[in-house]
Each structure stands twice: as C-alpha cells, then as structure tokens.
C-alpha cells in the first residue's frame, strides 16, 4: 500500500474532531426482535480536519501536505489527541500496560496490540504505526533494552525479541502511536472570504488498513 512515513500537523490534529465508527448491520424480525451482525472485525476512525484550520498559515500548511500525498493516493500518520497512548491520556506509557503475548519457547514476533475494557467484555486493537522512540518493553515483568533484547519496526508495530520468551512469560509493551490515514477526498475547497467569515474548510481524514 502507498504510505508516507510521515504526520499530519500537530497544530491542526488537535483542532480535529473524529473518532471510532463501526459497521453493523440489523434486521428486524416479523416478530419485532432484531438480528445484528458486523463485517468489521475492527473499528475505522473518521476524523475532520478543517475545523482545526485556525489561521490561513494553517490552512497553507494543510494545502502543502495534502499536495504532497497527493490528495488520496499516499497514506500518512494521524496524531488522534483523544487516544494515542497505551495507557491513560493523562500517564506516561509504561513496559507493563498492555499484554501482547505469550511466550512458547519458539515465537519471537509480537505485533503490538491495545485492549479496551469495559462491562466484562474487550476489543483488542492491533497497533500498526508506534511513534519512534516511545516503546517500551517488559517479560515477565522484566524491563528490556531497545536494540539489545528487542528490536521495533515502527512502520508495521510488530517486536521482534533477540531470544524467544520462555513458554508462559508474558510479554507487555508501553507506546505512543499513530493512527494510520488518508484524505477522504481529492479535493480541498477553500475560500478566504468565507475563512474570514469563520467558515472552515472541509479535511475529511479517514483510518486505512494496514
């Protein structure tokens, strides 16, 4: 897939309104009970960008980087302010958050996941795109040293271990990510007489797979 390793502006991202949509499909019985079903087994984000244009600079920044991508064509990082890290907005990412595996003597390979919780029931989110530099790593509780006992692809989230983890040692991780995205549009509709007005332009942004 064609993918930018790079971010959409911090500036503007946090302006940004959007978040997780979901796909579910229901129909309604004759005796009036329903029947839902979901094609997704994950959910997409949705974001809109133009209501964190704040100044015409801005907006010059946003026509730059939607240049550059080539409206749709070339996917980029989203910085989502809302959820970005692996614990809580307001604490620092730490090795032991979340539980991405378990060691079987054999596996080295973890792709980074995040599991949201709530009501008994959980949704693990696979985790493509960590920000370089922020992860952190534990076995069996054990911090460990990236570069030495680990090495991170930050284009795909996956970790691999220098020696795979005894069997039943569980493996967590502490990051910062991105989210995967494109511009859902070819086109960035712009007017300076509206702009002045308060009227923002429409940056329709939306999650790719990766």
Known sequence: MSFHEVRFPLNVSFGAQGGPERKTEIVTLANGFEERNTPWAHSRRIYEAGVGVRSLDDLAEVIAFFEARRGQLYGFRWR????????????EPAAMDQ??????????????????????????????????????????????????????????????????????????????????????????????????????PEVPIVEVRI
Not at 131 to 144: C, R, S
Not at 178 to 199: K, M, Y
Request: aromatic share 10%.
């Open 80 to 91: 989502d302010w809302a959820d970005f890290k692996s614990c809580l907005p307001s604490h």
């Open 99 to 200: 539980d991405i595996g378990q060691g079987d003597g054999v596996s080295t390979e973890f792709p980074l996941t995040k599991t949201y919780q709530s009501g008994g029931q959980t949704y693990v989110r696979p985790i493509s795109k960590p920000v370089e530099g922020t992860v952190k790593l534990a076995l069996a509780g054990d911090p460990k040293a990236d570069g030495v006992d680990f090495q991170i692809n930050y284009q795909t989230g996956v970790v691999t271990l220098t020696t795979p983890p005894p069997n039943g040692d569980v493996v967590t991780a502490g990051f910062e990510f991105d989210v995967p995205v494109r511009f859902a549009s070819d086109r960035i509709t712009a007017s300076l007489t509206s702009f002045s007005a308060g009227e923002v």
